[in-house]
């Protein structure tokens, strides 16, 4: 019954390689969002989508594309992986994302090491 | 832009004794403050914030957090700290740019000695 979701916990690839990371959640929230933590453990947003809808596109290179199938699944797609992508990729969701009382609630993460 | 510091990269305190993870903030508007924590390889679990009401929050695991709009700090505390504390404490503030997205401090270690 995990609220939020993420798959695999752990990616080791190649550099050059395509992967993709799977996030759901069963909250029944309408925003998801993508955050990446770094080496040292700080934390940015990359993507944020509404009901299936790209809100939120924090400069990330167009390597990264997320994807929305529906609004219970935000998945994440890397495309040419670069060493500099290594990091802990983290999922969450929120009940609508315009409320200023919304929590955030996170998934446990995805370890990506590229090599 | 709304930004969050947390001066401490590390906070030791032995257990039984209060414990202090200090953050402050920077907004334009009203600030909506939160506190996470992060366990070693887990994701982040919420544990409190501040929207509007009374300064002193109180939030799971038995911490709560002091809103001080002079100081503009919003500081996470917790009486006696327990050797199962240890963690890394995010505090984020909202960022009101359309939809909203959580901005965060860097993080503060908690070490909790026995």
Redesign the interface.
């Known amino acids: 019954d995990t609220a939020v979701s993420q798959t695999p916990k752990y990616l080791v690839t190649q550099m050059g390689n395509d992967k993709s990371i799977k996030c759901e959640q069963n909250l029944g929230h309408d925003t998801m969002y993508w955050y990446k933590q770094d080496s040292k453990k700080f934390l940015k947003i990359m993507f944020s989508y509404n009901n299936k809808e790209l809100i939120i596109n924090e400069t990330v290179p167009n390597r990264f594309s997320p994807k929305s199938p529906d609004k219970a699944h935000l998945n994440l797609h890397i495309n040419s992986l670069e060493l500099g992508d290594s990091a802990v990729y983290f999922c969450a969701s929120s009940l609508f994302g315009t409320s200023v009382e919304e929590t955030q609630y996170f998934g446990p993460g995805t370890r990506l090491l590229v090599l | 832009a709304q930004s969050v510091a947390q001066p401490e990269d590390q906070v030791n305190v032995a257990e039984g004794n209060p414990l202090t993870v200090k953050c402050t903030y920077s907004v334009s508007g009203?600030p909506?403050l939160?506190w996470?924590v992060?366990y070693p390889?887990?994701?982040?679990?919420?544990l409190l914030?501040y929207?509007t009401g009374d300064n002193l929050v109180k939030g799971s695991y038995g911490f709560e957090a002091e809103f001080n709009k002079s100081q503009t700090s919003f500081h996470l505390k917790k009486p006696s700290a327990l050797v199962s504390d240890s963690a890394?404490y995010?505090c984020a503030v909202?960022d009101?740019?359309?939809?909203?997205?959580?901005?965060?401090g860097?993080?503060t270690r908690l070490l909790v000695s026995p």
Do not use: A, E, S
Request: charge should be positive.
């Open positions: 009203n909506y939160f996470y992060q390889n887990r994701g982040l679990q919420f914030k929207i890394l995010f909202r009101f740019t359309g939809f909203q997205k959580l901005v965060f860097t993080g």
